[in-house]
Nanobody, 122 residues
Framework: QVQLVESGGGSVQAGGSLKLTCVASGLPFSKHYMAWFRQFPGKEREGVAG????????DYAWSVRDRFTISRDNAKNTLYLQMNDLKPEDTAMYYC???????????????WGQGTQVTVSS
């Protein structure tokens, strides 16, 4: 069974940090571009960060660049998102995703996780 399971969301004050974790099963994790997306109420999911499978080079949305860091451990089939200096506008549901091409684009997602809520208070 193909599955992505996120954890690590929660509530934090502005300026705080959280680390999201996504554990993959049932798919060739080490061969896939992996990413984090987020969704605000009433909005489409938007790409936050993505990471290539082999060289692990990252892509970031401009709104999180220099604050968020994506990483992966292919031996553990695990994806991470370290989020620092969190802002109230980062409040959203965060989703882990497997992507069939090296592009941070929801159109190419083939597997979604169930999501984990991040809430940042001012």
């Amino acid at each position: 069974q193909v599955q992505l399971v996120e954890s690590g969301g929660g509530s934090v004050q502005a300026g705080g940090s959280l680390k999201l974790t996504c554990v993959a099963s049932g798919l060739p994790f080490s061969k896939h571009y992996m990413a984090w997306f987020r969704q605000f109420p009433g909005k489409e999911r938007e790409g936050v960060a993505g990471i290539r499978p082999a060289d692990r080079s990252p892509d970031y949305a401009w709104s999180v660049r220099d604050r968020f860091t994506i990483s992966r451990d292919n031996a553990k089939n695990t994806l991470y998102l370290q989020m620092n200096d969190l802002k109230p506008e980062d409040t959203a549901m965060y989703y882990c995703a497997s992507i069939v091409t090296n592009a941070l684009n929801a159109r190419f997602v083939n597997v979604w996780g169930q999501g984990t809520q991040v809430t940042v208070s001012s």
